[in-house]
């Protein structure tokens, strides 16, 4: 099955007209009262992700980018990396998650997007790094990947995840990516406060990164670290709980915004 070129243009036009603004939506909640749409409906948001190469159910008219989180899984088989990017029409996909910090060499990363990502026509994102200044993690990983691609591996933009203490350490990692490739488009695939931040100090945090992040050309993407609620998150992933808390959740337990969601509506 090939996209038609009335389909790809449909696409081009739509990725070329949208905003910066996505969601990190993750898989549990499926079935639960998270609707995207309230974030969608408006075009101030148009952007959606869950770490899968599978499509929610609940997706709205939203620009849907699958992930290939890892190099295989049954969630997300790399045998049906392809089939499912045509059927869902995805106009993007996101390759390797946080491999620095997952195990993953940069010479596996590499011979895996070379098998994989590279063949598909559609708009393709590196594997996202962690923030870690680790010895062979973070930005240096990425340096890695870059050396052994050595200009084989097609990609539109490189993928960056933070998290931190304060808005000026995220500043200063992002402006550190764009010095050391200030060729490259960025996307921040998930950022946040770490805990103990509170859902105030998180609005704060997203007040000052959201209009600096949209007036930075160099940023074509980014999403909040997370589009569920407390609720959800406690109950399906304690391990990010315990990294930043709840107060970065976009929604509510009864399926309303919250106040940080609120910032992305501004």
Known sequence: MKFSVLAVTAALVSVASASKRGLAYPWFNEGKNIDPGRFTNGGKVTWMYNWETWRPARTPAVNFIGTQALLDSAASPIGQLHNRWRQQGWTDVFSLNEPDLNGISPQRAVD???????????????????????????????????????????????????????????????????????????????????????????????????????????????????????????QNHGGAVSHVGTGGCLFNNDGTISSVGQSLLR
């Open 112 to 234: 895996h997007y070379l098998q994989h990502i590279n063949p598909m026509t559609i708009r393709k994102g590196f594997p996202s790094v962690t923030s870690s200044t680790n010895g062979g993690m973070g930005l240096n990983w990425l340096q890695s990947f870059f050396n052994i691609c050595a200009g084989r591996c097609y990609h539109d933009y490189i993928n960056l995840h933070w998290y931190g203490s304060n808005f000026g350490q995220f500043q200063a990692f992002i402006q550190d990516a764009n010095r050391r490739w200030p060729n490259e488009k960025i996307v921040i695939s998930e950022f946040s406060l770490v805990a103990p931040a509170s859902a105030a100090q998180q609005k704060s945090f997203f007040d000052q990164a959201i209009p600096w992040l949209d007036g930075r050309a160099y940023v074509i993407m980014y999403f909040p670290f997370v589009a569920t609620s407390p609720q959800l998150l406690q």
